[in-house]
């Protein structure tokens, strides 16, 4: 469902992906892990069509992303990690107006926004505004309207993030269900290993731009003679704190010399 070869993204003389290769098969749910700065983001953003590789090759379902944009975007559904949903509208509009710049048949729009709903148990808050709502709410919102125009592939990134942990093991447990009930190939980053080593099928480790180990998290634990996947992360990346803005500061940068020419 999801192949990468060769991947790399550079901006300027910062190599920010370097040389990757994975796959994801169809109704995998597969994690990507990676310290701060470690080049997660901008592959998510090469994958959704948000950034062109500077060289590599990425396939959708058999499509490329930086050629067939449209095409590309119509197989996959993505919670970013920064909230997307326009809190002044309801719970409701905010899924009809998704359904609407996604051109999902209106008599379609209505019986699936109805099914999501219920099933992330939201359909009695429907006509509420959307701040009214908890975080784990809108998350679970969030991923419900990714998934209304019937994505093969949802990309979650780090969508737990600041949720108590009744609200993320409600959040995954949804996801796991509707993975097995609609065969949805699920992409996911997280920061918690505890949510990576119970809901992944398999896993890679990437680290400064590079991967550094791939497998199921029973493997990667083998790999590293660890007793949990915390332990083998830490085993594969180090122990040391990452500056996030390291890398980003970096991008702006060369983002800058761009203009400036």
């Not at 997660?40 to 396939?59: A, F, H, N, Y």
């Not at 359904?99 to 008599?107: A, D, E, I, M, S």
């Amino acid at each position: 469902m999801i192949r990468v070869h060769d991947l790399v993204k550079t901006f300027g003389e910062f190599r920010a992906v370097d040389n990757i290769s994975f796959q994801v098969e169809k109704g995998e749910i597969f994690a990507f892990l990676g310290p701060n700065g470690a080049g997660k983001t901008t592959t998510i953003k090469m994958l959704t069509t948000l950034l062109k590789p500077t060289s590599g090759r990425v396939e959708l379902d058999g499509l490329n992303p930086a050629v067939k944009q449209n095409e590309a975007r119509q197989r996959f559904g993505i919670v970013f990690q920064d909230p997307s949903l326009d809190s002044e509208l309801t719970g409701y509009e905010n899924m009809d107006l998704h359904g609407v710049l996604y051109h999902v048949p209106r008599k379609i729009r209505i019986e699936r926004i109805e099914r999501l709903l219920k099933l992330f148990e939201l359909w009695e808050r429907r006509n509420d505004r959307i701040k009214q709502f908890s975080g784990g709410m809108k998350r679970r919102l969030e991923i419900a309207r990714g998934l209304l125009h019937t994505p093969k592939i949802l990309f979650l990134d780090e969508p737990t993030l600041g949720l108590d942990p009744q609200s993320r093991n409600q959040l995954w447990t949804h996801v796991k269900n509707l993975n097995e009930s609609e065969q949805v190939t699920v992409f996911l980053t997280t920061h918690y290993m505890d949510e990576a080593d119970r809901v992944a099928d398999r896993i890679a480790v990437i680290d400064h731009g590079r991967i550094v180990a791939q497998g199921s998290p029973a493997e990667l634990k083998e790999q590293t003679s660890s007793d949990s996947l915390e332990q083998a992360f830490l085993t594969l990346t180090g122990s040391s704190i990452r500056d996030e803005s390291a890398g980003s500061a970096d991008q702006l940068r060369q983002f800058a010399k761009m203009w400036k020419r």
